[in-house]
């Protein structure tokens, strides 16, 4: 390969294009809509070879490469057959038919393989093997017929293909294994619908055609004479293969005319889906461009060579600074991978007489290898694989400390005056609402723990401060006559609600109605809209949401109320801008459908620009994210409960709960509207507020936890899982739960933390383990029930699917797992946690009492994603002595830590008995409606209750 600058820019053009197309294409905004993608990144492809064609006097091959009869010979050895006529359209019909199977593939990719496309370099050997020609140059001098061995069997090395297959092969498959290292998502495969060996054979296709439309490419450049002919031709197949791809996209968008109904547009993805276009269209030309010049004086199985080497060992370094930990559980293994790869590099360079990468020399690049391998080698072997303590020890300690220090944060104040005191420093200077006396004399009479520390409160009501008072009200006329919204009215001390004929939804008001008569001669004239529904409905963009929350937060409007009036006239741009008329349609009634790649693409909205969520889509399902999890997790164990119900910093938990992954029936609202809902995500604004739900069926359970078997335990209505689309079917939290152990595939694999050695000398380490294996010993009862006749389709493809057991009591059970429904939080999360029972908690929602329960001491937290369920579980119910007490092959002796399980029961229900009673919700109901009823005042800037 020619080394002069141009062609060394060439080469780091064309690695450095690869390495960040390989990286960036994990999470991205373009496999939202595929087809249309791949129109416009040929197109911007081929538009960028046409521009790079004007300067190909800086680019290598500029003069020519046939201009002479040296140039002619020197490139022989090089030089395929001529092309045929029918080699373009062939390039184009491949392109977008590989495109086509690209989609397939990426539809149920959790069937996937990972690492098929490591054997594109092997094809590209294969190919080159099966079509060589050895070069005879004529020489007047005699053969040396004694030449030595040594250089024999170098220029044998260095010339035959038997040798440069082998080496490919050699390297291809060490990439190929790294596939094994990668952990899987619970995100599966089904062998009742799903087609695996189907979509694993198009992989192979895909990766056939790869190597075919590279090889006819390559013909069709090789004999072009110039370089700038070189990039028009490479110029008119992107272009014309981008035409061919616009055909199967515009049949597809003419068949699909669903959009949003009733909602503003999608702010903000319009601008972030051409910027990836465009910036991906970019790097991808530049990748093609730099590949088409690197084959000027050599194949294009080098360059592929070399982007894969670098890439696989990329991925080993990855897994070999991950040894000791979950992720990567093995030292021989990816150390041997390493290995494998760089030796078979090694000897492909010698082969292929690559004499160097990039602009490095082939010794220099030999020495490095050595190097990284013994380097390598010494830094597995001295990482700790061993622990001395579980983490889930340190886990309980650090969320006792913590709850204590929480509730002698929320419990300062003894007397009135502390609590003014301490409200005021706590919301920057601002008086408490008026009535403030009231509220606390009335938490004090019903012996509440909590005073003064009501965040959720205050989050959820921050933004309405910055939106004008007739707005807010504007957006309560908009409520009023919805389908699912209730209004509840307050006056003249009496409250009241709207009748409705659903009994549920009655129940619903007449309960909160209940609850608020006991303090409603102290609170303000208003009307309340209390969402019926489960689901929570306020989706407003972050951005949006910004302007209001700044406009809440200035420091005049915080420290100096009264100066409010006289900023609003220099302010009013900014305040117009976000107090707007309400663009939503009051005349829609019909119930809105929001399918659920729209409702996620509305959800990711509301997070911060630059956030993962918001950056692109995570389209790898097969795959376990490891960065999804590290902000909220300690090792594999979930640390920061609060945190980890945030979507922002997590775009896969889009593919892995219902709520995501099947479509909203409800009005979903982008405007800031005053809607109380019960429960909601982190991207919502609904404002919670204390509801009784009237569909709790799990009876109280007065057994003692020593009574109780040990058993993890959990049933779920097959009736409940409305619309079983295709990914909720793989990507549904209550069907990977069932799924994960009861129909587990036998290579299905968990990285588990497992006790080595017994008594004083045990220490833990991370294996890899089947999941089939450890599922016998722990205690695991999970399914699918149907109290009704299981008739409709969505129920007989459960049923076929896990399977109906019959229903049994819950709270029999030491271990109740709780999961949510498809709309909102578990029902019976207060129930078990006054049953003596221990709550094993899986949620992505929030209601009133969240900030009040922690982790680890009133409940047991598991990841939505469920990697640590077993090695969390095992840690409470043991291995020792349960099922055939082995698992790798040898005996378990780790004994379950009861008395930590028992201690988690009795703080959940002694706190449960304290602080989420009725009087609790009561206490939060009478706070939230003095704050609501100022923000909603005209004179709200001058409302505030001051000790006289």
């Keep these: 390969m020619a080394q002069d600058g141009s062609s060394q820019l060439t080469n780091v053009c064309f690695l450095a294009s690869f390495l960040w197309l390989s990286h960036s294409l994990q999470r991205h905004s373009l496999i939202d809509q595929p ?148 952990q899987g998502s619970t995100y599966f495969c089904s062998a009742f619908t799903d087609q695996s060996s189907y979509i694993i054979f198009l992989q192979w296709i895909g990766v056939f055609i790869d190597a075919v439309v590279i090889v006819m490419a390559w013909r069709v450049l090789s004999w072009a004479r110039t370089t700038k002919s070189r990039l028009r031709t490479l110029s008119a197949i992107l272009l014309a293969a ?61 360059p592929i060579a070399i982007v894969t080497f670098f890439s696989g060992v990329l991925t080993s370094f990855h897994h070999i600074l991950s040894i000791g930990t979950y992720k990567q559980t093995s030292i021989f293994k990816p150390l041997a991978v390493l290995t494998i790869i760089s030796v078979g590099f090694t000897i492909f360079m010698y082969a292929s007489n690559l004499r160097s990468v990039l602009f490095v ?125 209730g209004i509840i009215k307050i006056a003249d001390g ?20 209940s609850m608020i008569s006991k303090f409603a001669k102290h609170l303000p004239d208003m009307s309340i809209a209390i969402n019926l529904e489960e689901r929570p409905r306020v989706l407003v963009p972050w951005d949006d949401m910004y302007k209001f929350k700044m406009a809440a937060t200035r420091s005049d409007f915080q420290l100096f109320p009264s100066r409010l009036h006289s ?22 009634s019909a119930q809105p459908y929001v399918p659920a790649k729209e409702f996620r693409q509305l959800q990711t909205l509301a ?25 909220h997790s300690q090792e594999q164990f979930l640390q920061d409960w609060p945190m980890s119900l945030d979507p922002c910093h997590q775009a896969d938990i889009f593919n892995l709960h219902d709520f995501f992954t099947t479509p909203h029936r409800l009005e979903l609202y982008q405007d800031l509207l005053p809607l ?17 739900r009237p569909d709790i069926t799990v009876e109280p359970n007065d057994l003692d936890f020593a009574q109780k078997p040990t058993t993890v335990f959990w049933q779920g209505d097959a009736h409940d899982l409305q619309t079983v689309t295709s990914q909720a079917l793989h990507g549904g939290h209550r069907h990977r739960l069932v799924h994960l152990v009861n129909n587990a595939s036998v290579t299905d694999k968990v990285s588990m933390l497992l006790g080595v050695g017994a008594g004083s000398s045990s220490r833990f380490r991370y294996e890899d383990t089947r999941v089939r294996d450890v599922n016998e010993p722990l205690p695991f009862q999970f399914s699918f029930t149907s109290a009704d006749e299981c008739e409709d389709a969505n129920c007989q493809l459960i049923r076929n699917e896990f399977g109906l057991q019959p229903r049994s009591p819950a709270l029999d059970n030491r271990f109740v797992m709780l999961l949510d429904s498809a709309d909102g939080p578990p029902a019976s999360l207060v129930t078990t946690l006054l049953s003596n029972s221990v709550p094993v908690l899986s949620s992505v929602f929030q209601e009133w009492y969240t900030e009040r329960i922690m982790a680890w001491v009133h409940f047991v937290p598991i990841d ?36 930590d399980a028992k201690w988690i029961s009795e703080q959940g229900r002694k706190w449960a008995k304290k602080a989420l009673r009725r009087e609790d919700m009561e206490v939060y109901m009478f706070r939230l409606l003095l704050e609501w009823g100022r923000v909603v005042d005209d004179e709200r800037d001058k409302l505030g209750f001051v000790i006289s």
């Excluded at 064609?53 to 010979?73: I, N, Q």
């Excluded at 993962?612 to 960065?627: A, E, I, K, L, Q």
């Excluded at 990697?867 to 055939?884: E, N, P, Q, V, W």
Aim: glycine share 6%; aromatic share 12%; charged share 20%.
């Design 35 to 182: 087809r249309l993608s791949a129109f416009l990144l040929l197109s911007i492809s081929g538009g960028a070879a046409f521009v790079a064609s004007l300067f190909s006097k800086w680019l290598p091959g500029t003069d020519g490469r046939f201009d002479s009869e040296a140039a002619l010979k020197g490139s022989q050895s090089f030089l395929p057959q001529r092309p045929r006529r029918f080699y373009l359209p062939c390039i184009i019909v491949l392109i977008v038919v590989r495109l086509e199977v690209l989609h397939r593939v990426s539809y149920d990719f959790q069937c996937s393989t990972e690492g098929i496309e490591a054997f594109l370099p092997l094809l590209l050997a294969a190919y080159r093997f099966f079509t060589h020609r050895a070069v005879f140059v004529a020489s007047d001098e005699l053969e040396d017929m004694w030449g030595s061995p040594l250089e024999d069997l170098k220029s044998w090395l260095m010339s035959s293909p038997i040798v440069l297959l082998f080496s490919t092969v050699l390297f291809s498959y060490g990439v190929f294994l790294l596939g094994d290292f990668t």
């Design 242 to 302: 981008s035409l061919a791809a616009s055909v199967p996209w515009t049949v597809t968008r003419l068949f699909n005319h669903r959009q949003i109904i009733g909602h503003h547009p999608f702010r903000g993805i319009g601008s972030l889906y051409i910027f990836d276009v465009l910036g991906t269209g970019l790097i991808i030309a530049t990748l093609i461009i730099s590949g088409a010049l690197l084959t000027y004086d050599s194949t294009p199985l080098e």
């Design 361 to 485: 020399r082939r010794a220099f690049i030999v020495f490095l290898i050595v190097w990284m391998i013994g380097a390598s080698t010494l830094y597995a072997y001295l990482q700790k694989t061993y622990l001395r303590r579980h983490p889930v020890d340190d886990l309980i300690y650090n969320g006792r400390v913590e709850a204590d220090r929480w509730l002698r944060h929320a419990s300062v104040s003894t007397t009135l005056k502390l609590a003014v005191a301490e409200y005021k420093e706590r919301h920057h200077g601002r008086d408490p609402p008026p009535n403030f006396d009231k509220w606390f004399e009335f938490a004090q009479q019903q012996n509440s723990p909590i005073i003064d520390k009501f965040d959720r409160i205050e989050k959820d009501i921050l933004p309405f401060w910055g939106m004008k008072q007739q707005k807010i009200r504007d957006g309560l006329e908009i409520l009023k006559d919805r389908p699912g919204v």
């Design 494 to 513: 009496e409250a009241s609600h709207n009748s409705h004929s659903d009994s549920s939804q009655k129940f619903i008001l007449d309960e909160a109605v």
């Design 567 to 588: 900023r609003e006239t220099g302010n009013s741009v900014a305040m117009d801008n976000i107090n707007g008329p309400l663009k939503i349609q009051a005349e829609s």
């Design 607 to 631: 997070c911060p620009p630059g956030s993962p969520s918001r950056s692109g889509v995570h389209w790898n399902v097969r795959d376990f994210c490891h960065s999804c999890i590290l902000p």
């Design 676 to 692: 109380f809902s019960r429960s909601k995500t982190e991207s919502f604004n609904d404002i919670l507020i204390p509801l009784v």
């Design 864 to 899: 939505i994603r469920f990697h640590a369920l077993h090695s969390t579980m095992a840690y409470f119910t043991g291995l020792k002595g349960r099922g055939t007490g082995k698992l790798n092959g040898r005996e378990q002796l780790t004994e379950g830590r009861r008395e």
